[in-house]
């Protein structure tokens, strides 16, 4: 063996086995050198090389290097970071990171990047370690790990057999491959009878559900990664018949999975309870309707008669009655409304109006309701349009009732009827300068009973029905309802009538 070639195996030996796995690189972060043995950090890849660091260092890695070679760049002396996780192989390891600017040449040209596992006595366990081999100390984590991997996967096997949720894994032609054991409490089947049947041909979906499922799955295959949400029924061994919520994701790529994930719990206690409150609600806003129809009309009969008697001191209190059984009035035909939409039976009548009259008389109506706000109308000519007036009044009372409600301390309501950029519908705009409401809150106000809660609006009295009910009615006219606001910057509420 040649001097020269005697030197460089030694040499090599111990770079490879007593030098902490190391790169040294230059100003641009290419890779100019390899020292020890980089391989449980960097790509597979030693000795002279030049190649931008971040395309070599593991991608778990890689952001805790970066953070310290923009550390030492700036403040022009070495950084450490212990124990800094990554995976190697299914391993949970743990490195000390250290970056060294190398200051005989010229300043920032370059540095050396060390790595060490954590432990100092790994480390020394390499040094004696001749092998080239994986280090003791990744061996030491890879064992730890092992047992980690062990117990992780007796809790996910824990968690699958008592998780409410089911879940199956199938392939595109729908063979199932993998089936939670906590199918057998929800459906009565055990895994074993599941895996390797098809979920279509052999299907535990209800027959009249199966387009459902069909179409979600159809989503799922569509657009892989995404997940997509369904309800439909599944039929137990025992012939029961469940509500199931249902969510897929198309995971058939992912070389982990390789199949679409399906994932069912059984809700059918909760539709059950919350059809009977539903039910509930209905019977009792029906139920009240009546006595307090019969209260109002005595109301008024009274009043007319403590008028003519000259009692003007009880007539005013009878008023102020009547005030109250107005708004329970309105309460309950909320309610009805709802369940009305809940049941599919809000039904319009439609026939040709006249929009801007109908705006100006609630408009002038509203005005009525309140001293300190002034309702300023901005009109623009709209010809005839087909609409129900009775339920488009309803969706400009709640517009406008509203922006008096959350604007106690504005005092300027702005209408606007305008028609769209392109002709084809009618927009009315109600602007007032109150309280707002915040961006991610803004996507929630159209829902049933949603109501912000914050210190702000827990003054204000409501059951979060009006926008839910006016959206019902617009989009029933095929139109749309949308608001521009943000918070304490007032809130403008749009919706839009087709011509
Ligand atoms: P309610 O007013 O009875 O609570 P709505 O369905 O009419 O129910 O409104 C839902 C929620 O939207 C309200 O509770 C309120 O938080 C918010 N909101 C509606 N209109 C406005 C407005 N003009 N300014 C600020 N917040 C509003």
Known sequence: ??????????????????VPATVLVDKNLQVIKFYGNTSDYLLPSQG??????????RADLLHEVELLISKVQKEKKPFKKENVEFHSSEI???VNIAVVPVTSTLPDSYFLIMFQPSDAQKYDAISTNTSNDISNSTQRNKKISEQEIEEREEKFRALMQNAFDVITIFNYDGTITYQSESIEKVLGYTAAERVGKNIFKNSTVLPEDRSIEKRLFQKCIDNPYNIFRSEFRMVAKDGTIKIMEVSCVNLANNSNVRGII?????????RLIQRQKEDFIGVASHELKTPVTSIKAYTQILHETLVTKNDSESAGILLKMENQIDRLTNLINDLLDV?????GKLKLKKEPINLNELVEQIADDMQMTTKRHTIIMNQQAIPTIIADPEKISQVLINFISNAIKYSPTSNQIIINTFLSENDKSVIVSVQDFGIGISKEMQKNIFKRFFRLKDEATRTYPGLGLGLFISAEIVKRHKGKIWVESASNKGAKFYFSLPM
């Open 262 to 270: 399906k994932s069912y719990r059984d809700v059918t206690e909760q």
């Open 1 to 18: 063996m040649k001097q020269s070639s005697l030197e460089k195996e030694i040499e090599s030996l111990l770079l490879q086995n007593y």
């Open 92 to 94: 949970v390891a743990k």
């Open 48 to 57: 002279d090389a030049e190649m931008p660091l971040k395309d070599l260092v």
């Open 339 to 343: 369940t009305k939409i809940n049941e």
